[in-house]
């Protein structure tokens, strides 16, 4: 991964662009991060670099937390996050990282905790389809329903949709692209959503997907047999 950054959350809001078309984006508090610890390959047999976000009293760290970020020399930090950079060999413990890692027009994977939503039922979690509300359905209407074979297999299948928690877990948008960002701000504005509450902790770093440049349209062609070069003149379009 070329760069990465860690994150706050900050909500969603709506901006025009160049054209005046409405673009849904999410603000983000991202940095200054500061890099607490410095992995090698002599040492660790990798190269990485340990990032550290928001400022965070003594008193509410564990011991060891206090102990490994006294021993780099760096404030207090409440969140540590490890990323294997390609640079990591050329930054060294105390260096700061701030939101003009990226740039406009950057496409980003942003990592997240989606909101929780407690225990729910197949239909909430899954999408599924209650049963028809009348004619003596009884009390089954938002129940799974039929989950299994009869005597073979007799039982049911790993993965099968049914009722349990919902959220909560470790979510992945890809291939954000950034609308803008503003150091002095510690900003970054994405297009569209990303994981999380308002406050939520977010890692940002380059898209892993191939981004394919736009090559403009194909034109018209000179080759007389190509439906592209015959102009048909009876068209509004021919007609200058």
Same mark, same amino acid.
């Given at each position: ?221 000179? +080759? %007389? $047999? =190509? !439906? &592209? /070069? *015959?102009? +048909? %003149? $009876? =068209? !509004? &379009? /021919? *007609?200058?």
């Amino acid at each position: 991964m070329q760069k990465a950054i860690i994150g706050k959350k900050v909500g969603m809001t709506q901006i025009f662009d160049e054209t005046g078309h409405v673009v849904p984006v999410t603000v983000i508090e991202a940095g200054p991060c500061v890099v607490t610890q410095k992995k090698t390959n002599e040492k660790d047999g990798y190269a990485a670099v340990q990032l550290g976000f928001e400022d965070i009293k003594e008193v509410k760290l564990s011991k060891p937390e206090r102990g490994h970020l006294s021993k780099a020399g760096v404030a207090f930090k409440k969140h540590l996050k490890e990323f294997k950079l390609e640079k990591a060999a050329e930054m060294n413990v105390g260096d700061e990282v701030k939101a003009d890692v990226f740039a406009k027009g950057d496409h980003i994977d942003v990592t997240g905790t989606s909101k929780g939503h407690g225990y729910q039922g197949a239909i909430k979690r899954f999408g599924a389809q209650r049963t028809p509300t009348s004619h003596g359905g009884g009390p089954v209407h938002r129940h799974a329903g039929s989950m299994g074979s009869t005597s073979t297999p007799a039982r049911i299948f790993k993965g099968h949709i049914g009722a349990g928690q919902m959220g909560n877990e470790q979510t992945t948008v890809q291939n954000l692209i950034v609308v803008k960002v503003d150091p002095e701000l510690n900003m970054i504005v994405v297009r569209g959503a990303i994981p999380g509450p308002k406050g939520g902790i977010v890692y940002l770093k380059n898209t892993v997907k191939t981004i394919h440049v736009a090559k403009g349209a194909a034109g018209i062609s000179n +080759n %007389p $047999q =190509k !439906a &592209s /070069a *015959r102009v +048909n %003149p $009876q =068209k !509004a &379009s /021919a *007609r200058g």
